[in-house]
T-cell receptor, first 112, second 113 residues
Framework: DGGITQSPKYLFRKEGQNVTLSCEQN?????MYWYRQDPGQGLRLIYY???????QKGDIAEGYSVSREKKESFPLTVTSAQKNPTAFYLC???????????FGPGTRLTVL | QKEVEQDPGPLSVPEGAIVSLNCTYS??????FMWYRQYSRKGPELLMY????GNKEDGRFTAQVDKSSKYISLFIRDSQPSDSATYLC?????????????FGSGTRLSIRP
């Protein structure tokens, strides 16, 4: 089955900790994205990557970091510098030649 | 002013009714328009994808784009309880290989049995 997987589904973090959210896709898409979704708000872009070893900041990149060492993988690290990290995090990949994005099931991060 | 405006709802209709969901936008460069359905605690799934103006039909779903009014709609015919979800509109200008997509905040829809 082709698709996007995210892990873990739920993640709890203590203040001051860094945590890494996993995103893997087997759709052979070049572009991948990370969004944050808060209640009652739309999706806000954190980082995106158009190709391996390259990525760009989105609208709310502060306190987050990413890497893109493999086409299939785009992990997101939520650092201790992110002041309000509790949210639902969505990873997506984009089909080449279109603006169609496909989403993973999401990771819900809660800061204790 | 947000680039994309969407009424958050909630919208509650009886089963079998026709549902109309709408978004307005301000950027005249947008030419790709999408509708996503998101169930609670799940990732969004693509429902409809249209390019430029006009209508597109897929089963019970019809997407309509009016670029002159900067207004897009999603119609759901013969609505079912399983259609209860949040519906997100999305759009982009499509001028780069990974152009940014702007999402609406979503409309929460509830279909009453």
């Amino acid at each position: 089955d082709g698709g996007i997987t995210q892990s873990p589904k739920y993640l709890f973090r203590k203040e001051g900790q860094n945590v890494t959210l996993s995103c893997e896709q087997n759709l052979n898409h070049d572009a991948m994205y990370w969004y944050r979704q808060d209640p009652g708000q739309g999706l806000r872009l954190i980082y995106y990557s158009q190709i391996v070893n390259d990525f760009q900041k989105g609208d709310i990149a502060e306190g987050y970091s990413v890497s893109r060492e493999k086409k299939e993988s785009f992990p997101l690290t939520v650092t201790s510098a992110q002041k309000n990290p509790t949210a639902f995090y969505l990873c997506a990949s984009q089909e080449g030649g279109t603006d169609t994005q496909y989403f993973g099931p999401g990771t819900r991060l809660t800061v204790l | 002013q947000k680039e994309v405006e969407q009424d958050p709802g909630p919208l509650s209709v009886p089963e079998g009714a026709i549902v109309s969901l709408n978004c307005t936008y301000s950027n005249s460069a947008f030419q790709y328009f999408m509708w996503y359905r998101q169930y609670s605690r799940k990732g969004p799934e693509l429902l409809m994808y249209t390019y430029s103006s006009g209508n597109k039909e897929d089963g019970r779903f019809t997407a309509q784009v009016d670029k002159s009014s900067k207004y897009i709609s999603l119609f759901i015919r013969d609505s079912q309880p399983s259609d209860s979800a949040t519906y997100l509109c999305a759009m982009s200008d499509g001028y780069s290989s990974a152009s940014k997509i702007i999402f609406g905040s979503g409309t929460r829809l509830s279909i009453r049995p």
